[in-house]
């Protein structure tokens, strides 16, 4: 098992070939509305993503899609020559429409083309990670996932994608893919509310593999929320941060990846490394598992 060490921003874990810091940064938030279009302020976009490699960040989460193309040509224009150590994981699997639909895109000609977009929009000769996007919104879709994780992998073995990544899947279609090609991560809807992952999350953490959580507050019931409110408040500090703290105290393998506009935001979201819950609000916050 992948264990965590000393850092700033919750300890590290392998994801892929370099140790990362388990705070990341999810760049989704950098285009317009709707995660459409540019951003409102592009010098703010900027500054979020120069100030958060400037702190330690070195996993940021993208897709070209998200714009499309505006997350990726502002990490470009933010960051290149990109930091030794830096890993940017992106997706494939969906594109959008000029209605600003997420429109699934998943045959294998289609991710082959999703890939070679991300490494034009980021400016790389290799994609560090490449994300299988599948599924729903928030949950698996059974049924084999093979030639969608075959076709990234056939440009894995050209050397354009070091490592391979599934999203939206369950155990069934993680194990299918590591058939195919080592999986580095695993990105899947979980927070304290929405537990289904439990068991898998401690499989991934024995043979080493990172798993990558979605919507920290996303799905919670108004009595869940009201116990997420009830925990933060007794804390002194935000939901979020609660939300984040109870995910890096659930297991090594959880890399988070936080997203913002704003730079006081981002300082905030990488404060949750700080936030140490007491058993007592684990134990609370453990009640609301759906």
């Not at 980021?122 to 994609?127: N, Q």
């Given at each position: ?23 990341g940064f999810g760049a989704m938030q950098l285009p317009g509305a709707g995660v459409f279009g540019p951003p409102r302020d592009h010098d703010a976009a900027i500054a ?146 929405n537990r289904t992952d439990d068991d898998l999350i401690d499989r991934l953490a024995d043979d080493g593999i990172a798993y990558v959580p979605y919507f920290p507050l ?35 393998n959880l890399l988070l990846i936080p997203g913002t506009s704003s730079v006081e935001h981002l300082r905030e979201n990488l404060s949750a490394a700080d936030l140490e ?14």
């Amino acid at each position: 098992m992948t264990t965590s060490t000393s850092s700033g921003l919750g300890g590290t874990f392998r994801l892929g070939d370099r140790d990362v810091p388990r705070i990341g940064f999810g760049a989704m938030q950098l285009p317009g509305a709707g995660v459409f279009g540019p951003p409102r302020d592009h010098d703010a976009a900027i500054a979020v993503l120069r100030t958060a490699v400037e702190l330690g960040v070195r996993h940021i989460d993208t897709a070209d899609f998200y714009g499309p193309h505006v997350s990726n040509e502002l990490i470009r224009e933010a960051l290149a020559p990109y930091p030794e150590d830096l890993v940017i994981v992106t997706k494939v699997g969906s594109r959008r429409d000029d209605r600003k639909r997420w429109i699934p895109s998943r045959t294998p000609a289609d991710l082959q083309a999703q890939v070679h977009d991300n490494l034009r929009t980021l400016g790389v000769d290799v994609l560090d990670v490449v994300n299988v996007r599948m599924g729903g919104e928030h949950s698996a879709v059974a049924g084999s996932i093979a030639p969608q994780v075959e076709a990234v992998a056939e440009l894995q073995e050209q050397g354009l994608i070091r490592h391979v990544g599934v999203s939206t899947v369950d155990a069934q279609q993680i194990a299918e893919a590591r058939s195919i090609t080592p999986i580095v991560t695993v990105q899947n809807f979980y927070n304290v509310a929405n537990r289904t992952d439990d068991d898998l999350i401690d499989r991934l953490a024995d043979d080493g593999i990172a798993y990558v959580p979605y919507f920290p507050l996303g799905g919670f019931s108004p009595l869940q929320s009201a116990v997420l409110d009830r925990v933060a408040a007794r804390l002194g500090a935000s939901t979020m941060l609660v939300a984040q703290a109870w995910l890096l105290q659930r297991s090594p393998n959880l890399l988070l990846i936080p997203g913002t506009s704003s730079v006081e935001h981002l300082r905030e979201n990488l404060s949750a490394a700080d936030l140490e819950l007491p058993a007592d609000a684990v134990a609370e916050l453990d009640t609301v598992a759906g």
